[in-house]
């Protein structure tokens, strides 16, 4: 069974652009989150999407937004790139069980550095 | 606000050490608790999920623990290996696909 995948694995960006990256889950998964990655903070939830809906979001401004397609593939969108947003972004899937055996796999992330 | 905290921040071991990296929550109000595995700039790798109801879950070398009354979680390495170098994940599903991360405990596993 193919992991998570996520594209591009590498990205640079000037001040000001805006950036989508892309995310496949797990065949069988319809739950995909985001979170961003940095030295400072840390791993932090971004969104959840499922069922093409958007059911979580953690604390970031509206610059950063999503989808999901009915084929369960979400795309994440960083519009006017602040140097702040230079980061490790990851994905995650799960089967969005209501059960604590609900559980998380992660992709190789997408680097995103903005100049 | 569920916090997680995770204790040492790095820890540097010879080869053959049993070793124990520390994970606490705030709230105890848990689906479950995942610790993940990350080598530099890769993604996350899960190792051992423990749901709420459990208390301990073994895979291979690696055992972890929870007590989610005081709100802790360990995770014991036996025998460790310089391949087990790299920084270990806590994480805390408090409701459905959300998890909140510790900072994680940087492990160096010496020849």
């Known amino acids: 069974k193919a992991g998570v995948t996520q594209t591009p694995r590498y990205l640079i960006k000037t001040r000001g652009q805006q950036v989508t990256l892309s995310c496949s889950p797990i065949s069988g998964h319809r739950s995909v989150s985001w979170y961003q990655q940095t030295p400072g903070q840390g791993l932090q939830f971004l969104f959840e999407y499922f069922s093409e809906t958007q059911r979580n979001k953690g604390n970031f401004p509206g610059r950063f937004s999503g989808r999901q397609f009915s084929n369960s593939r979400s795309e994440m969108n960083v519009s006017t790139l602040e140097l702040g947003d230079s980061a490790l972004y990851l994905c995650?899937?799960?089967?969005?069980?209501?059960?604590?055996?609900?559980?998380?796999?992660f992709g190789p992330g997408t680097r995103l550095t903005v100049l | 606000k569920q916090e997680v905290t995770q204790i040492p921040a790095a820890l540097s071991v010879p080869e053959g050490e049993n070793l124990v990296l520390n994970c606490s929550f705030t709230d105890s109000a848990i689906y479950n608790l995942q610790w993940f595995r990350q080598d530099p700039g890769k993604g996350l790798t899960s190792l051992l999920l423990i749901q709420s109801s459990q208390r301990e879950q073994t895979s291979g070398r690696l055992n972890a623990s929870l007590d989610k009354s005081s709100g802790r979680s360990t995770l014991y390495i036996a025998a460790s290996q310089p391949g087990d170098s790299a920084t270990y994940l806590c994480a805390v599903n408090s409701g459905y696909s959300t998890l909140t991360f510790g900072k994680g405990t940087m492990l160096l596993v010496s020849p």
């Open positions: 995650a899937s799960s089967q969005r069980r209501t059960s604590g055996s609900n559980e998380q796999f």
